[in-house]
């Protein structure tokens, strides 16, 4: 997995992106006590059972993997 170049940035316009499709949908409320990476796994786990993005594996689910699958999904955002 080659990270991206400004993929932290990437991260954050996704998690934006992110919270506001799934409270559109309104399926969840995020609280602000929600940590990011309980945000970016929901966010991934809402997009892959909507079929915007692919799944990864089950057994490489993880945090970066998590995060790099998101920033390129924000990247392709307008």
Known sequence: ????????????????IGVAYAEERGVVEFEATDSASEKLLYIYRLLVHDGVIQPLPEDQVSQPAIQHKLAIWASKQK
């Open 1 to 16: 997995m080659k990270k991206l170049k400004n993929e932290k940035a990437l991260v954050k316009k996704a998690m934006q």
